[in-house]
C-alpha cells in the first residue's frame, strides 16, 4: 500500500540507506578520489609532456572524472540502463566533437 501522509517519500525511494545506495563514507571516498585526480592533471600540466600525449592523458582523466561523477554524484549507477547508455553516448560524442575540434587547430597533429 502507498503512504499517502504528507512528508511521506515518494513510492520506489528509501532513505534509510538500503536500497543500493552508497552511505557517506563512500561519497568522501570518491570525492577524494576526484581530489587526487584532479591533483595529478595540475601535475601533468606542469610536467614536459606537450601535444598529443598531454592532450591524450588529460582527456583521460576527464573521462575517469566525468564517469564517476555521474555515476555516484549523479546517481547514475542506480538510475535504468538506459539513462547510463545516454550519459555515455554523450561523452563518447563529446570526445569526437572535442578531437575534431582539435585536429582542426593543428594541436593532435604529430
Keep these: 500500500m502507498i503512504d499517502v501522509r504528507p512528508g511521506a517519500s515518494p513510492p520506489g525511494t528509501n532513505h534509510d540507506g538500503a536500497g543500493g545506495h552508497p552511505g557517506q563514507a563512500q561519497y568522501i571516498r570518491v570525492a577524494i578520489i576526484l581530489a587526487a585526480v584532479t591533483a595529478a592533471e595540475v601535475g601533468l600540466y606542469y610536467t614536459d609532456l606537450a601535444g598529443l600525449k598531454l592532450v591524450s592523458l588529460l582527456a ?32 563518447i560524442l563529446a570526445c569526437g566533437v572535442y578531437s575534431v575540434a582539435l585536429i582542426t587547430l593543428d594541436v593532435l597533429v604529430g
Design 60 to 91: 583521460g582523466m576527464a573521462a575517469v572524472k566525468f564517469g564517476m561523477v555521474a555515476a555516484y554524484f549523479m546517481h547514475l549507477r542506480f538510475d535504468s540502463r538506459l539513462l547510463r547508455q545516454l550519459f555515455v553516448t554523450g561523452i
